[in-house]
């Protein structure tokens, strides 16, 4: 299955503080920190003036309350997808993040009770694909490790952390299998 070929942009949730002491969360439900919740202000800002006419967000509270700021700025309805929620690390949700993370991402391992990159990687792009059928430009509010299962789908590296709440506009390529543009856009300094 291939992504809809359409402009988007994509954002990971704010901070936690699982986040920054470098533990996995997975789909533990990990609230956003008070830095989170300054990284959603500060994302709102940055979004304004893109033309996002619809927001979609992961189940998950990190997310959702991501989402919520930027919807309050913006104006615009919540739409929820339960697909769009991280991946299931397992017996490593709540563990310190470590070498594991790697040999998943490859596909050479999956975590006791987890779920494989390849299962992620179906579930992201039929969430991903439900999300860009909708009103352009569509805002996807979601995870890191989702998204680097829809960075392989762009043909884009998926070996890049991507940062907390820091805007990414996604533009399709001209041609059929080509390469995804990925731009970062700028926040505004973070008032914490």
Do not use: C, Y
Not at 94 to 123: C, D, I, K, Y
Not at 150 to 174: F, Q, S
């Amino acid at each position: 299955m291939a992504l809809i070929r359409t402009r988007f942009i994509f954002l990971r949730h704010g901070e936690t503080e699982w986040n920054a002491r470098g533990v996995s969360q997975g789909n533990v439900d990990v609230p956003l920190n008070a830095r989170g919740w300054a990284q959603a202000r500060a994302a709102a800002a940055a979004l304004r003036g893109q033309g996002i006419a619809t927001i979609v967000h992961s189940p998950l509270s990190r997310a959702r309350d991501t989402a919520a700021v930027i919807a309050e700025a913006l104006d615009l309805p919540l739409h929820e997808d339960p697909d769009l929620r991280e991946a299931a690390f397992g017996v490593q949700e709540g563990q310190p993040n470590g070498e594991w993370f790697g040999h998943w991402v490859r596909g050479a391992f999956t975590p006791v009770g987890g779920e494989s990159f390849a299962v992620l990687s179906a579930r992201a792009l039929g969430a991903m694909n439900r999300a860009l059928a909708r009103d352009p430009i569509v805002l996807v509010v979601g995870h890191g490790a989702f998204f680097r299962a829809v960075r392989a789908a762009m043909g884009l590296p998926i070996d890049v952390k991507t940062p907390n709440a820091e805007p990414l506009l996604l533009e399709p390529p001209e041609e059929q299998g080509g390469v995804w543009r990925l731009t970062p856009l700028a926040v505004p300094a973070l008032e914490v």
